[in-house]
């Protein structure tokens, strides 16, 4: 049985390219499933050449999806039947319906399509509801999270390094202490259709791993994502035996006064949302601004329309009348 880098190195097909530490993790990661009568869904196809490498790799696959938005990648012709081409944009309700009606549930998952930050954001909300219990979701090629060319940046609160980097905590929920649901550590991140993502969903998130450009992320049972009992074994306690009454049921201990857990979102999000809302202040600052000077300019004009009256012929011919008038009125009024 060849190995992936065997694979790799030996394939005359159709072109792909892996970066060399990719194909190592690989290997560690598909080893135990090698045998299996795997579903894979691949995002991404291009020249087929992943594909192929998978159907040499799993040898006893049950179906490899590919989908690619280029319509070209549909004409590329396969030596097994089990090997299924869709064509369209990975992250529309039509593509994630015709995906899931050729196979309800993958083992593997790899997102290599656009790496645009809010598309494999998307595409995870999408299909990892169609992940297997104990099935495997890659992201290839998250580099591209730290590059705007690709919706990215290094601190940007949306981007996909963002997010996996938040399933750390939604992995973690039960012990943040302030009675924050998984759904609550994610509010920024919302479903295609604008909601929440689900809890149960969230709840099957096993682990999160993060490698030199690769996210991987796994599925389990809820019940097996929980920290579980807390076991105690060995009899000599020499240098602390504060264990032997220690109750796991005051855990965690309440944050609700912690000033960093009772944040509603995160401090990134949080500057993002008032650097929104300075940008819309600074924006109507400069508008009144505006409409002041615009003021005084009106002002200014009407107090040199008043001075040339002041100086005119009429004006001054006519001042002993207006002396007059003030002098009748002001007798009129006594
Ligand atoms: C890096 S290539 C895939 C390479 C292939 N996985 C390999 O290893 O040989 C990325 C492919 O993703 C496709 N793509 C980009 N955005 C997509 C989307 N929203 N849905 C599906 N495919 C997409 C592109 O057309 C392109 O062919």
Not at 136 to 145: A, G, Q, R
Not at 175 to 180: M, R, V, Y
């Amino acid at each position: 049985m060849k190995t992936m880098i065997e694979i790799f190195d030996d394939h005359s097909g159709k072109t792909t390219l892996k970066w060399s530490s990719y194909i190592k993790l690989y290997e560690k990661l598909f080893s135990p499933l090698k045998d299996k009568n795997v579903n894979v869904l691949e995002i991404g196809v291009q020249n087929g050449g992943s594909i192929e490498i998978w159907s040499k790799y799993f040898k006893n696959f049950a179906n490899i999806v590919g989908c690619d938005s280029d319509p070209k990648c549909v004409e590329l012709e396969f030596a097994n039947q089990n090997i299924h081409i869709i064509n369209g944009d990975a992250c529309s309700e039509s593509v994630q319906e015709k995906i899931i009606r050729l196979c309800e549930r993958y083992d593997i998952i790899i997102d290599d399509g656009s790496h645009i930050s809010h598309q494999i954001i998307d595409s995870f909300i999408r299909y990892f509801d169609a992940l297997d219990n104990g099935g495997i979701y890659i992201v290839e090629d998250i580099h591209c999270s730290y590059w705007k060319e690709y919706n990215g940046g290094l601190y940007y609160p949306k981007s996909a390094m963002s997010f996996f980097k938040r399933l750390a905590d939604v992995i973690n929920f039960e012990h943040i202490g302030t009675g924050k649901t998984r759904q609550d550590l994610l509010l920024g991140f919302n479903t295609h259709s604008g909601e929440h993502i689900k809890e149960e969903t969230l709840s099957m998130i096993s682990s999160v791993s993060f490698h030199n450009s690769v996210c991987v992320i796994t599925k389990g049972e809820p019940k097996l994502n929980t920290l579980g009992e807390l076991m105690i074994c060995g009899t000599t306690s020499s240098i602390c035996n504060k264990h032997t009454n220690f109750d796991s049921k005051n855990l965690p201990p309440s944050q609700e006064s912690n000033f960093w857990s009772t944040l509603k979102t995160s401090p990134d999000e949080e500057w993002e949302t008032l650097k929104e809302q300075n940008l819309l202040n600074e924006k109507k600052i400069s508008e009144l601004t505006n409409f002041i000077d615009e003021q005084n300019n009106k002002i200014q004009s009407l107090e040199y329309s008043l001075d040339a009256v002041f100086d005119s012929i009429s004006w001054k011919i006519t001042k002993p009348i207006r002396e007059i008038l003030y002098l009748y009125r002001r007798k009129n009024l006594k």
